[in-house]
T-cell receptor
Framework: SQKIEQNSEALNIQEGKTATLTCNYT??????LQWYRQDPGRGPVFLLL?????KEKRKERLKVTFDTTLKQSLFHITASQPADSATYLC??????????FGSGTRLSIRP | DVKVTQSSRYLVKRTGEKVFLECVQD?????MFWYRQDPGLGLRLIYF???????EKGDIPEGYSVSREKKERFSLILESASTNQTSMYLC???????????FGPGTRLLVL
């Protein structure tokens, strides 16, 4: 069956360092992959989308890579700040019908 | 900006009660979704709707039904609430053919 794994349930890093979150998937051939941010008690908010034919995407301090051979995406936040503390969800889509979400990684940035 | 609103942020119901969760979006999106989110399980799709009066079962539809009489409104109904339906419920909308989903703030439901 299709499976998405965000292999760190929680990640704690020092302010200013680069946070790297991982999303792995199996039994799936996505057309695109998305990353969302979710704050406690809130709904997820879309951050970035990367397509299967793209290797890397950047947006300000965020960078996403997508390796369809390894079936893996890496999400980087450079120069991390305490305000970046949140849960980050990856999501895979293969058509415009529905997407599948991972369970999330809770990121904490300590001052 | 897309705005998705949900009728309640917190709800407490008794076992056996009929529960209505309402979701409204203001961007004329065709597609709407209902998820539940539980610790360690991520977001699981309950039902989705491609357009008015259309509905499709998601991955965990048992115990739920939906209604989409108007384009902007998608309702989730728990016919007879049970304690295992205690969860965070999230509604989302998306433009037809689009990829990004826009989420509401969520309803935290407690069934006693």
């Amino acid at each position: 069956s299709q499976k998405i794994e965000q292999n760190s349930e929680a990640l704690n890093i020092q302010e200013g360092k680069t946070a790297t979150l991982t999303c792995n998937y199996t039994n799936y051939s996505p057309a695109y992959l998305q990353w969302y941010r979710q704050d406690p008690g809130r709904g997820p908010v879309f951050l970035l989308l990367i397509r299967e034919n793209e290797k890397e995407k950047r947006k300000e301090r965020l960078k996403v890579t997508f390796d369809t051979t390894l079936k893996q995406s890496l999400f980087h936040i450079t120069a991390s700040q305490p305000a970046d503390s949140a849960t980050y969800l990856c999501a895979l889509g293969s058509s415009a019908s529905k997407i599948i979400f991972g369970s999330g990684t809770r990121l904490s940035i300590r001052p | 900006d897309v705005k998705v609103t949900q009728s309640s942020r917190y709800l407490v119901k008794r076992t056996g009660e009929k529960v209505f969760l309402e979701c409204v979006q203001d961007m004329d999106h065709e597609n709407m979704f209902w998820y539940r989110q539980d610790p360690g399980l991520g977001l699981r799709l309950i039902y989705f709707s491609y357009d008015v009066k259309m509905k499709e079962k998601g991955d965990i539809p048992e115990g739920y039904s939906v209604s989409r009489e108007k384009k902007e409104r998608f309702s989730l109904i728990l016919e007879s609430a049970s304690t295992n339906q205690t969860s965070m419920y999230l509604c989302a909308s998306r433009l037809s053919g689009g990829e990004t989903q826009y989420f509401g703030p969520g309803t935290r439901l407690l069934v006693l």
